[in-house]
Protein backbone atom coordinates (compact mmCIF):
# COMPACT_ATOMS: atom_id res chain seq x y z
CA UNK A 1 0.00 0.00 0.00
CA UNK A 2 1.56 3.53 -0.91
CA UNK A 3 1.41 6.24 1.75
CA UNK A 4 -1.19 8.31 -0.32
CA UNK A 5 -3.46 5.25 -0.39
CA UNK A 6 -2.80 4.76 3.55
CA UNK A 7 -5.39 8.06 4.85
CA UNK A 8 -6.48 7.41 8.46
CA UNK A 9 -9.61 5.97 9.00
CA UNK A 10 -12.58 6.78 10.95
CA UNK A 11 -10.55 5.17 13.92
CA UNK A 12 -7.00 7.56 13.37
CA UNK A 13 -6.55 7.79 17.18
CA UNK A 14 -7.91 5.51 18.90
CA UNK A 15 -7.10 3.39 21.89
CA UNK A 16 -5.37 0.47 20.83
CA UNK A 17 -5.78 -2.30 23.00
CA UNK A 18 -3.10 -4.71 22.35
CA UNK A 19 0.20 -2.67 22.19
CA UNK A 20 -1.31 -0.66 25.08
CA UNK A 21 -1.20 -3.58 27.16
CA UNK A 22 2.49 -4.95 25.81
CA UNK A 23 3.39 -1.12 26.51
CA UNK A 24 1.75 -2.28 30.19
CA UNK A 25 3.76 -4.90 30.95
CA UNK A 26 7.18 -3.95 29.41
CA UNK A 27 7.16 -0.99 32.15
CA UNK A 28 5.64 -3.24 34.80
CA UNK A 29 9.25 -5.45 33.84
CA UNK A 30 11.09 -2.46 34.00
CA UNK A 31 9.58 -1.30 37.19
CA UNK A 32 10.67 -4.87 38.69
CA UNK A 33 14.34 -4.56 36.89
CA UNK A 34 14.53 -1.66 38.94
CA UNK A 35 13.16 -3.56 42.37
CA UNK A 36 15.88 -6.03 42.13
CA UNK A 37 18.50 -3.68 41.75
CA UNK A 38 17.58 -1.78 44.76
CA UNK A 39 17.06 -5.33 46.85
CA UNK A 40 20.51 -6.24 45.33
CA UNK A 41 22.19 -2.88 46.61
CA UNK A 42 23.47 -2.28 43.12
CA UNK A 43 20.51 1.20 42.88
CA UNK A 44 21.57 2.52 46.31
CA UNK A 45 18.60 2.92 49.06
CA UNK A 46 17.06 -0.42 49.19
CA UNK A 47 14.23 -1.82 47.16
CA UNK A 48 11.33 -0.09 48.26
CA UNK A 49 12.80 3.82 47.85
CA UNK A 50 13.69 2.36 44.68
CA UNK A 51 10.37 1.10 43.48
CA UNK A 52 8.97 4.18 44.89
CA UNK A 53 11.16 6.58 43.21
CA UNK A 54 10.12 5.06 39.60
CA UNK A 55 6.56 4.84 40.23
CA UNK A 56 6.60 8.49 41.25
CA UNK A 57 8.45 9.33 38.26
CA UNK A 58 5.89 7.40 35.74
CA UNK A 59 3.05 9.07 37.48
CA UNK A 60 4.88 12.43 36.79
CA UNK A 61 5.12 11.62 33.35
CA UNK A 62 1.47 10.47 33.49
CA UNK A 63 0.47 14.09 34.34
CA UNK A 64 2.62 15.44 31.62
CA UNK A 65 1.18 13.40 28.97
CA UNK A 66 -2.14 13.97 30.01
CA UNK A 67 -1.39 17.82 30.52
CA UNK A 68 -0.28 18.34 27.48
CA UNK A 69 -3.50 18.02 25.76
CA UNK A 70 -4.71 20.69 27.41
CA UNK A 71 -2.98 22.76 25.93
CA UNK A 72 -4.08 24.83 22.65
CA UNK A 73 -1.92 24.67 20.17
CA UNK A 74 -2.74 26.21 16.53
CA UNK A 75 1.00 25.48 14.70
CA UNK A 76 1.50 27.40 11.48
CA UNK A 77 -2.21 27.86 10.51
CA UNK A 78 -3.26 30.01 13.88
CA UNK A 79 -0.25 32.28 12.98
CA UNK A 80 -2.02 33.32 10.21
CA UNK A 81 -5.29 33.38 11.86
CA UNK A 82 -6.69 30.55 9.77
CA UNK A 83 -7.37 28.40 12.97
CA UNK A 84 -7.61 28.59 16.53
CA UNK A 85 -4.88 28.30 19.11
CA UNK A 86 -1.54 29.36 20.29
CA UNK A 87 0.84 29.70 17.04
CA UNK A 88 3.55 27.31 18.07
CA UNK A 89 4.22 23.57 18.48
CA UNK A 90 2.47 21.72 20.76
CA UNK A 91 5.96 20.31 22.48
CA UNK A 92 7.61 23.58 22.39
CA UNK A 93 5.18 24.99 24.44
CA UNK A 94 4.24 22.77 26.40
CA UNK A 95 7.83 22.41 27.66
CA UNK A 96 8.42 25.85 28.32
CA UNK A 97 5.38 25.99 30.71
CA UNK A 98 6.28 22.51 32.67
CA UNK A 99 9.88 24.39 32.61
CA UNK A 100 8.84 27.42 34.15
CA UNK A 101 6.67 25.58 36.60
CA UNK A 102 9.75 23.02 37.49
CA UNK A 103 11.98 26.17 38.15
CA UNK A 104 9.30 27.32 40.49
CA UNK A 105 9.13 23.50 41.85
CA UNK A 106 13.06 23.48 42.17
CA UNK A 107 13.50 26.72 43.77
CA UNK A 108 10.54 25.59 46.80
CA UNK A 109 11.95 22.28 47.01
CA UNK A 110 13.56 22.73 50.71
CA UNK A 111 9.98 23.49 51.63
CA UNK A 112 8.83 19.89 51.45
CA UNK A 113 7.26 18.18 49.07
CA UNK A 114 3.95 19.88 49.10
CA UNK A 115 4.49 23.17 48.53
CA UNK A 116 7.30 22.29 45.78
CA UNK A 117 4.65 20.34 43.66
CA UNK A 118 2.00 23.17 43.80
CA UNK A 119 4.66 25.72 43.46
CA UNK A 120 5.60 24.27 40.45
CA UNK A 121 1.90 23.29 39.19
CA UNK A 122 1.53 27.14 39.56
CA UNK A 123 4.51 28.29 38.09
CA UNK A 124 3.51 25.81 34.97
CA UNK A 125 0.09 27.41 34.94
CA UNK A 126 0.87 30.96 35.52
CA UNK A 127 2.92 30.69 32.36
CA UNK A 128 0.36 29.83 30.51
CA UNK A 129 -2.35 32.02 32.18
CA UNK A 130 0.17 35.53 31.19
CA UNK A 131 0.99 33.66 27.44
CA UNK A 132 -2.97 32.79 27.00
CA UNK A 133 -4.19 36.43 27.40
CA UNK A 134 -1.28 37.66 24.92
CA UNK A 135 -1.94 35.91 22.41
CA UNK A 136 -5.81 37.32 22.77
CA UNK A 137 -4.73 40.79 23.60
CA UNK A 138 -2.45 40.12 20.41
CA UNK A 139 -5.73 39.16 17.98
CA UNK A 140 -7.98 41.46 19.38
CA UNK A 141 -5.99 45.00 19.36
CA UNK A 142 -3.29 44.60 17.00
CA UNK A 143 -5.18 41.85 14.52
CA UNK A 144 -8.94 43.13 15.21
CA UNK A 145 -9.93 39.10 15.30
CA UNK A 146 -12.38 38.01 17.68
CA UNK A 147 -11.69 34.97 19.26
CA UNK A 148 -13.52 31.28 17.34
CA UNK A 149 -13.52 27.92 17.96
CA UNK A 150 -14.09 25.99 14.80
CA UNK A 151 -14.82 22.86 16.63
CA UNK A 152 -17.68 23.67 18.79
CA UNK A 153 -20.99 25.48 18.33
CA UNK A 154 -20.73 26.84 21.84
CA UNK A 155 -18.32 27.64 24.42
CA UNK A 156 -18.41 24.78 27.05
CA UNK A 157 -17.85 27.12 30.16
CA UNK A 158 -19.31 30.69 28.96
CA UNK A 159 -22.07 29.42 26.35
CA UNK A 160 -20.84 31.87 23.81
CA UNK A 161 -22.09 31.26 19.88
CA UNK A 162 -18.99 30.43 17.97
CA UNK A 163 -19.64 29.83 14.24
CA UNK A 164 -20.94 33.40 13.66
CA UNK A 165 -17.90 35.33 14.88
CA UNK A 166 -15.27 32.90 12.49
CA UNK A 167 -14.62 34.93 9.37
CA UNK A 168 -14.75 33.47 6.41
CA UNK A 169 -12.57 30.44 4.55
CA UNK A 170 -10.86 30.12 8.01
CA UNK A 171 -11.34 27.47 10.70
CA UNK A 172 -11.78 30.03 13.85
CA UNK A 173 -8.94 31.81 15.07
CA UNK A 174 -7.49 33.18 18.71
CA UNK A 175 -8.72 31.72 22.48
CA UNK A 176 -12.04 31.20 23.04
CA UNK A 177 -12.32 31.02 26.85
CA UNK A 178 -12.48 27.25 27.13
CA UNK A 179 -8.86 27.06 25.17
CA UNK A 180 -7.21 29.73 27.63
CA UNK A 181 -9.16 27.71 30.79
CA UNK A 182 -7.52 24.17 28.94
CA UNK A 183 -4.07 26.17 28.74
CA UNK A 184 -3.83 27.06 32.38
CA UNK A 185 -4.85 23.42 33.07
CA UNK A 186 -1.92 22.20 30.99
CA UNK A 187 0.58 24.26 32.38
CA UNK A 188 -0.40 22.88 35.78
CA UNK A 189 -0.39 19.40 34.78
CA UNK A 190 2.42 20.24 33.27
CA UNK A 191 4.42 22.21 36.20
CA UNK A 192 3.16 19.79 38.48
CA UNK A 193 4.67 16.67 36.75
CA UNK A 194 8.10 18.10 35.80
CA UNK A 195 8.49 18.86 39.49
CA UNK A 196 7.41 15.74 40.92
CA UNK A 197 10.32 14.08 38.68
CA UNK A 198 12.61 16.69 39.80
CA UNK A 199 12.15 15.70 43.26
CA UNK A 200 11.94 11.99 43.11
CA UNK A 201 15.48 12.36 41.07
CA UNK A 202 17.21 14.96 43.40
CA UNK A 203 16.21 12.53 46.71
CA UNK A 204 17.38 9.53 44.77
CA UNK A 205 21.03 11.20 44.15
CA UNK A 206 21.15 12.56 47.66
CA UNK A 207 21.61 8.99 48.45
CA UNK A 208 23.16 7.54 45.99
CA UNK A 209 25.82 9.77 45.31
CA UNK A 210 27.35 9.78 48.69
CA UNK A 211 27.31 5.99 48.16
CA UNK A 212 29.79 5.47 44.82
CA UNK A 213 32.48 7.88 47.60
CA UNK A 214 34.61 9.98 44.92
CA UNK A 215 31.92 13.23 45.39
CA UNK A 216 32.90 14.89 48.41
CA UNK A 217 29.94 16.21 50.80
CA UNK A 218 29.96 19.71 49.85
CA UNK A 219 29.86 18.94 46.30
CA UNK A 220 26.98 16.12 46.69
CA UNK A 221 24.05 18.57 46.63
CA UNK A 222 25.17 20.72 43.37
CA UNK A 223 25.84 17.58 41.61
CA UNK A 224 22.33 16.06 42.38
CA UNK A 225 20.48 19.37 41.57
CA UNK A 226 22.07 19.37 38.61
CA UNK A 227 21.47 15.44 37.46
CA UNK A 228 17.94 15.68 38.34
CA UNK A 229 17.54 18.85 37.12
CA UNK A 230 18.94 17.32 33.61
CA UNK A 231 17.00 14.65 33.77
CA UNK A 232 13.65 15.94 34.46
CA UNK A 233 14.15 18.13 31.53
CA UNK A 234 14.70 15.57 29.30
CA UNK A 235 12.14 13.47 30.36
CA UNK A 236 9.49 16.27 29.90
CA UNK A 237 11.27 16.57 26.50
CA UNK A 238 10.20 13.12 25.71
CA UNK A 239 6.80 13.02 27.04
CA UNK A 240 6.04 15.86 25.49
CA UNK A 241 7.26 15.09 22.15
CA UNK A 242 5.39 11.94 22.58
CA UNK A 243 2.37 13.51 23.63
CA UNK A 244 2.29 15.94 20.33
CA UNK A 245 2.47 12.95 17.77
CA UNK A 246 -0.54 11.58 19.62
CA UNK A 247 -2.20 15.05 18.88
CA UNK A 248 -1.03 15.26 15.08
CA UNK A 249 -0.62 18.99 14.19
CA UNK A 250 -2.83 21.32 16.35
CA UNK A 251 -5.40 20.78 19.51
CA UNK A 252 -7.73 23.40 20.52
CA UNK A 253 -8.04 22.24 23.74
CA UNK A 254 -10.16 20.10 26.49
CA UNK A 255 -13.51 20.48 23.69
CA UNK A 256 -11.84 19.09 21.00
CA UNK A 257 -11.99 15.75 19.69
CA UNK A 258 -8.42 14.40 19.31
CA UNK A 259 -8.58 15.52 23.45
CA UNK A 260 -9.93 11.83 23.79
CA UNK A 261 -6.72 10.82 22.77
CA UNK A 262 -5.00 11.37 25.78
CA UNK A 263 -5.17 7.86 27.12
CA UNK A 264 -2.69 6.53 23.98
CA UNK A 265 -0.37 9.43 25.38
CA UNK A 266 -0.23 8.07 28.96
CA UNK A 267 0.34 4.66 28.10
CA UNK A 268 3.16 6.02 26.04
CA UNK A 269 4.42 7.71 28.81
CA UNK A 270 4.23 5.31 31.47
CA UNK A 271 6.57 2.93 29.21
CA UNK A 272 8.99 6.18 27.80
CA UNK A 273 9.28 7.00 31.84
CA UNK A 274 10.45 3.60 33.09
CA UNK A 275 12.61 3.11 30.32
CA UNK A 276 14.52 7.06 30.74
CA UNK A 277 13.66 6.76 34.91
CA UNK A 278 15.36 3.37 35.03
CA UNK A 279 18.58 5.15 32.83
CA UNK A 280 18.60 8.32 34.92
CA UNK A 281 18.74 6.48 38.50
CA UNK A 282 21.54 4.00 36.71
CA UNK A 283 23.81 6.98 36.80
CA UNK A 284 24.38 6.43 39.87
CA UNK A 285 24.36 2.72 40.11
CA UNK A 286 26.96 0.61 41.79
CA UNK A 287 28.90 -2.35 39.86
CA UNK B 1 14.25 43.00 55.31
CA UNK B 2 16.94 44.02 53.68
CA UNK B 3 17.02 40.85 51.79
CA UNK B 4 13.11 41.36 50.57
CA UNK B 5 13.70 44.61 49.41
CA UNK B 6 16.98 43.56 47.19
CA UNK B 7 14.80 40.59 45.90
CA UNK B 8 11.90 43.19 44.81
CA UNK B 9 14.61 45.44 42.80
CA UNK B 10 16.25 42.15 40.95
CA UNK B 11 12.67 41.10 39.91
CA UNK B 12 12.39 44.88 38.75
CA UNK B 13 15.69 44.36 37.29
CA UNK B 14 15.07 40.60 35.58
CA UNK B 15 11.39 41.57 34.64
CA UNK B 16 12.55 44.64 32.84
CA UNK B 17 15.42 42.57 31.39
CA UNK B 18 13.23 39.68 29.87
CA UNK B 19 11.10 42.62 28.35
CA UNK B 20 13.96 43.82 26.40
CA UNK B 21 14.61 39.78 25.69
CA UNK B 22 10.99 38.89 24.58
CA UNK B 23 10.86 42.15 22.01
CA UNK B 24 14.59 41.19 20.37
CA UNK B 25 13.91 37.72 20.16
CA UNK B 26 10.47 38.32 18.49
CA UNK B 27 12.05 40.70 16.22
CA UNK B 28 15.29 38.71 15.10
CA UNK B 29 12.67 35.51 14.72
CA UNK B 30 10.50 37.87 12.15
CA UNK B 31 13.43 39.58 10.55
CA UNK B 32 14.94 35.82 9.65
CA UNK B 33 11.77 34.60 9.55
CA UNK B 34 11.74 31.53 11.95
CA UNK B 35 8.16 31.44 13.46
CA UNK B 36 5.87 29.38 12.25
CA UNK B 37 4.42 31.86 9.66
CA UNK B 38 8.04 30.82 7.57
CA UNK B 39 5.56 27.74 6.55
CA UNK B 40 3.92 30.44 4.10
CA UNK B 41 7.94 31.65 2.82
CA UNK B 42 8.57 27.81 2.10
CA UNK B 43 5.09 27.46 0.39
CA UNK B 44 5.71 30.20 -2.05
CA UNK B 45 7.67 29.73 -4.28
CA UNK B 46 6.11 26.30 -4.84
CA UNK B 47 2.53 28.76 -5.64
CA UNK B 48 4.36 30.49 -7.61
CA UNK B 49 5.56 33.17 -6.20
CA UNK B 50 9.47 33.61 -5.61
CA UNK B 51 10.25 36.38 -3.50
CA UNK B 52 13.43 37.67 -0.98
CA UNK B 53 12.21 37.08 2.46
CA UNK B 54 14.99 35.61 4.59
CA UNK B 55 13.95 31.60 5.29
CA UNK B 56 15.85 30.58 8.54
CA UNK B 57 13.16 27.85 10.07
CA UNK B 58 15.32 24.78 10.33
CA UNK B 59 14.30 24.65 13.75
CA UNK B 60 11.16 26.45 16.12
CA UNK B 61 11.95 29.18 18.09
CA UNK B 62 11.85 27.87 21.19
CA UNK B 63 14.81 25.05 20.62
CA UNK B 64 16.96 27.30 18.93
CA UNK B 65 16.97 29.84 21.69
CA UNK B 66 17.31 26.80 23.99
CA UNK B 67 20.30 26.11 22.08
CA UNK B 68 22.01 29.67 22.09
CA UNK B 69 20.96 30.69 25.22
CA UNK B 70 22.27 27.95 26.88
CA UNK B 71 25.64 27.65 25.18
CA UNK B 72 26.10 31.63 26.27
CA UNK B 73 25.21 30.07 30.19
CA UNK B 74 27.64 27.76 29.55
CA UNK B 75 30.20 29.83 28.56
CA UNK B 76 30.05 32.31 30.90
CA UNK B 77 29.75 29.86 33.77
CA UNK B 78 33.53 28.35 32.50
CA UNK B 79 34.52 31.98 32.25
CA UNK B 80 33.41 32.69 36.37
CA UNK B 81 34.65 29.55 37.37
CA UNK B 82 38.20 30.94 36.42
CA UNK B 83 37.80 33.68 38.00
CA UNK B 84 36.70 36.42 35.39
CA UNK B 85 34.12 39.21 35.45
CA UNK B 86 30.69 38.53 35.87
CA UNK B 87 30.05 40.87 33.17
CA UNK B 88 33.23 40.21 31.20
CA UNK B 89 31.75 36.50 30.84
CA UNK B 90 28.36 37.44 30.15
CA UNK B 91 29.66 38.99 27.18
CA UNK B 92 32.48 36.51 26.20
CA UNK B 93 29.45 33.76 26.15
CA UNK B 94 27.12 35.77 24.66
CA UNK B 95 29.72 36.83 21.56
CA UNK B 96 30.04 33.16 20.87
CA UNK B 97 26.53 31.95 21.50
CA UNK B 98 25.97 34.72 18.70
CA UNK B 99 28.45 33.76 16.19
CA UNK B 100 26.90 30.42 16.70
CA UNK B 101 23.46 31.75 15.23
CA UNK B 102 25.17 33.54 12.90
CA UNK B 103 26.39 30.44 11.36
CA UNK B 104 23.24 28.61 12.07
CA UNK B 105 21.11 31.28 9.82
CA UNK B 106 23.64 31.32 6.96
CA UNK B 107 23.20 27.58 6.53
CA UNK B 108 19.39 27.52 6.94
CA UNK B 109 18.81 30.32 4.33
CA UNK B 110 21.16 28.54 1.98
CA UNK B 111 20.05 25.36 2.94
CA UNK B 112 16.36 25.84 2.79
CA UNK B 113 15.94 28.27 0.01
CA UNK B 114 18.33 26.32 -2.30
CA UNK B 115 15.73 23.50 -1.74
CA UNK B 116 13.35 25.70 -3.37
CA UNK B 117 15.61 25.47 -6.99
CA UNK B 118 13.10 23.47 -8.84
CA UNK B 119 10.20 25.81 -8.37
CA UNK B 120 12.73 28.98 -9.06
CA UNK B 121 13.81 30.23 -6.20
CA UNK B 122 16.99 31.79 -6.50
CA UNK B 123 19.48 32.01 -3.59
CA UNK B 124 20.20 35.70 -3.17
CA UNK B 125 23.75 36.70 -1.31
CA UNK B 126 22.94 39.99 -0.78
CA UNK B 127 20.32 39.04 1.29
CA UNK B 128 23.02 36.54 3.13
CA UNK B 129 24.81 39.70 3.63
CA UNK B 130 22.73 42.33 4.89
CA UNK B 131 20.00 40.68 6.82
CA UNK B 132 22.43 37.84 8.60
CA UNK B 133 24.23 40.38 10.49
CA UNK B 134 20.85 42.35 11.35
CA UNK B 135 19.46 39.01 12.97
CA UNK B 136 22.45 38.47 15.10
CA UNK B 137 22.63 41.64 16.32
CA UNK B 138 18.89 41.06 17.24
CA UNK B 139 19.85 37.74 18.94
CA UNK B 140 23.12 39.19 20.61
CA UNK B 141 20.20 41.70 22.29
CA UNK B 142 17.89 39.19 23.54
CA UNK B 143 20.90 36.13 24.46
CA UNK B 144 22.45 39.16 26.76
CA UNK B 145 19.96 39.98 28.29
CA UNK B 146 18.19 36.49 29.36
CA UNK B 147 21.56 35.38 30.45
CA UNK B 148 21.65 38.33 32.78
CA UNK B 149 18.49 37.38 34.22
CA UNK B 150 19.74 34.03 34.76
CA UNK B 151 22.77 34.90 36.51
CA UNK B 152 20.90 37.38 38.54
CA UNK B 153 18.52 34.51 39.56
CA UNK B 154 21.61 32.06 40.37
CA UNK B 155 23.44 34.63 42.51
CA UNK B 156 21.74 37.61 43.86
CA UNK B 157 18.09 35.13 44.36
CA UNK B 158 20.13 32.06 45.03
CA UNK B 159 18.08 29.81 42.39
CA UNK B 160 19.31 26.00 43.11
CA UNK B 161 19.68 25.05 39.51
CA UNK B 162 23.66 26.19 38.05
CA UNK B 163 23.46 28.82 35.06
CA UNK B 164 23.32 26.33 32.14
CA UNK B 165 20.55 24.89 33.48
CA UNK B 166 18.91 27.82 34.00
CA UNK B 167 19.42 28.81 30.29
CA UNK B 168 17.42 25.75 29.24
CA UNK B 169 14.49 26.74 30.95
CA UNK B 170 14.40 30.39 30.08
CA UNK B 171 15.87 30.08 26.96
CA UNK B 172 12.58 27.65 25.82
CA UNK B 173 10.11 29.59 27.80
CA UNK B 174 11.71 33.10 25.65
CA UNK B 175 10.94 30.99 22.14
CA UNK B 176 7.75 29.86 23.23
CA UNK B 177 6.44 33.15 24.93
CA UNK B 178 7.99 35.00 21.82
CA UNK B 179 6.53 32.42 19.03
CA UNK B 180 3.03 32.17 20.86
CA UNK B 181 2.75 35.82 20.81
CA UNK B 182 4.92 37.46 17.91
CA UNK B 183 3.87 34.99 15.36
CA UNK B 184 0.08 35.40 14.97
CA UNK B 185 1.30 39.01 13.96
CA UNK B 186 3.99 38.38 11.70
CA UNK B 187 2.23 36.19 9.79
CA UNK B 188 -1.12 37.69 9.59
CA UNK B 189 -0.81 41.60 9.51
CA UNK B 190 2.93 41.33 7.63
CA UNK B 191 2.55 38.34 5.17
CA UNK B 192 -0.43 38.82 4.05
CA UNK B 193 -0.75 42.72 4.13
CA UNK B 194 -2.91 42.74 1.49
CA UNK B 195 -5.99 40.62 3.08
CA UNK B 196 -8.50 42.54 4.97
CA UNK B 197 -8.19 43.95 8.53
CA UNK B 198 -10.09 42.18 11.07
CA UNK B 199 -10.09 38.41 9.50
CA UNK B 200 -8.09 35.43 9.39
CA UNK B 201 -5.91 34.42 6.26
CA UNK B 202 -8.67 32.35 4.47
CA UNK B 203 -6.90 28.88 3.18
CA UNK B 204 -7.06 29.78 -0.35
CA UNK B 205 -5.26 32.54 -0.20
CA UNK B 206 -2.03 29.90 1.58
CA UNK B 207 1.30 31.30 0.11
CA UNK B 208 0.35 34.20 -1.88
CA UNK B 209 2.16 36.49 0.38
CA UNK B 210 3.41 40.07 -0.12
CA UNK B 211 6.45 40.05 -2.08
CA UNK B 212 6.78 43.80 -3.21
CA UNK B 213 7.13 46.87 -1.16
CA UNK B 214 7.03 50.90 -1.85
CA UNK B 215 9.94 50.54 -4.41
CA UNK B 216 11.52 46.71 -5.39
CA UNK B 217 10.64 43.69 -3.86
CA UNK B 218 10.18 43.76 0.13
CA UNK B 219 13.34 43.29 2.43
CA UNK B 220 13.14 40.86 5.68
CA UNK B 221 14.81 43.85 7.56
CA UNK B 222 10.96 46.24 6.88
CA UNK B 223 9.19 42.70 8.28
CA UNK B 224 11.75 43.76 11.38
CA UNK B 225 10.88 47.12 11.22
CA UNK B 226 6.63 46.66 10.73
CA UNK B 227 6.53 43.79 13.90
CA UNK B 228 8.59 45.71 16.35
CA UNK B 229 5.55 48.07 16.77
CA UNK B 230 3.07 45.76 18.26
CA UNK B 231 4.62 41.75 17.85
CA UNK B 232 8.23 42.91 19.59
CA UNK B 233 6.88 44.92 22.46
CA UNK B 234 3.66 42.60 23.02
CA UNK B 235 6.45 39.36 23.05
CA UNK B 236 8.21 41.44 25.25
CA UNK B 237 5.79 42.15 27.75
CA UNK B 238 4.66 38.32 27.78
CA UNK B 239 8.55 37.20 28.43
CA UNK B 240 9.17 40.35 31.35
CA UNK B 241 5.43 39.22 33.00
CA UNK B 242 5.94 35.87 32.90
CA UNK B 243 9.30 36.36 34.78
CA UNK B 244 8.39 38.96 37.26
CA UNK B 245 5.65 37.37 38.49
CA UNK B 246 7.42 33.94 38.63
CA UNK B 247 10.38 35.45 40.95
CA UNK B 248 8.14 37.88 42.52
CA UNK B 249 5.28 36.10 44.30
CA UNK B 250 8.07 33.67 45.95
CA UNK B 251 10.27 36.75 46.80
CA UNK B 252 7.33 38.89 48.45
CA UNK B 253 4.98 35.58 50.14
CA UNK B 254 7.20 32.43 50.78
CA UNK B 255 7.91 32.89 54.06
CA UNK B 256 3.89 33.24 54.71
CA UNK B 257 2.38 29.97 55.46
CA UNK B 258 5.13 27.81 55.50
CA UNK B 259 5.70 28.48 51.66
CA UNK B 260 2.10 28.17 50.34
CA UNK B 261 1.85 32.32 50.35
CA UNK B 262 3.58 31.81 47.27
CA UNK B 263 1.54 29.63 45.84
CA UNK B 264 -1.63 31.28 46.77
CA UNK B 265 -0.76 34.26 45.24
CA UNK B 266 0.34 32.45 42.52
CA UNK B 267 -3.19 31.23 42.09
CA UNK B 268 -4.52 34.87 43.04
CA UNK B 269 -2.48 36.38 39.64
CA UNK B 270 -3.89 33.34 37.40
CA UNK B 271 -7.47 34.29 37.78
CA UNK B 272 -6.48 38.10 37.60
CA UNK B 273 -5.21 37.29 34.05
CA UNK B 274 -8.26 35.20 33.81
CA UNK B 275 -10.99 37.93 34.57
CA UNK B 276 -8.81 40.48 32.30
CA UNK B 277 -8.67 37.89 29.08
CA UNK B 278 -12.24 37.32 29.32
CA UNK B 279 -12.71 41.18 29.15
CA UNK B 280 -10.44 41.31 26.20
CA UNK B 281 -12.88 38.31 24.57
CA UNK B 282 -15.75 39.91 24.88
CA UNK B 283 -14.70 43.22 24.23
CA UNK B 284 -13.71 41.96 20.97
CA UNK B 285 -17.13 39.71 20.31
CA UNK B 286 -19.03 43.18 21.04
CA UNK B 287 -16.71 45.59 19.04
CA UNK B 288 -16.08 43.19 16.08
CA UNK B 289 -18.46 40.14 15.50
CA UNK B 290 -20.48 38.95 14.41
CA UNK B 291 -19.50 38.87 10.58
CA UNK B 292 -22.14 39.38 8.00
CA UNK B 293 -22.47 38.22 4.61
CA UNK B 294 -21.45 40.94 2.14
CA UNK B 295 -24.04 42.08 -0.14
CA UNK B 296 -23.27 41.69 -4.05
CA UNK B 297 -23.78 44.62 -5.69
Not at chain 1, 121 to 140: D, E, F, K, Q
Not at chain 1, 224 to 239: N, P, T
Not at chain 2, 216 to 237: V, W, Y
Request: proline letters at 4%; hydrophobic letters at 55%; glycine letters at 14%.
Amino acid sequence: MSAIAAKPGANAGAFQPVPSVIAIVLAIILVVVAYFLGSAGILAGGAMPVLQTLCLIILGAALIAFGVHFVPVGGAPAAMGQAPGIATGVAMLATGAGLAGLFGGAWAAELGLGVALASGAIGGALMMAITCLMVNISYVFGMGIPAASGKVLKDPITGDLQAAYKSQGTEGHGLPFISYVGGVIGGLFGGLGGTLIYIELLNFYNVGLPALGFVGAEGINMLAVGLAGIFAIGMFLVIAVLSAYNITGTIEGPHDPKFKRFPRAIVAAILASAVCGLVAMLVVALF
Amino acid sequence: MQEIIIGIGVTALAGALAAIAGAAEDTESNIGSQGDPNSQVQLAPQMGYTHRIYNKAVSGEPPAYTLWVTLACGVAWAFLMLGVNAILAIVFGTVLATFVQGVYATTAYLGRTASLSKFGQPVFIDVIKSVTTVTMAHAFVAIITTVTVCYLMMTVIGHPFALPLLGIVWGLALGAAGSATGNPYYGKERQYQNQKFGAGVPISASGNIVRYAEAGQRSSIDNGFFTAKFGGPASGLCFGLIVFFELWRTILFEDYLAGWGAVIAGAVIIIIFMIIDRYVEVWGRKNYGPYTVEASA
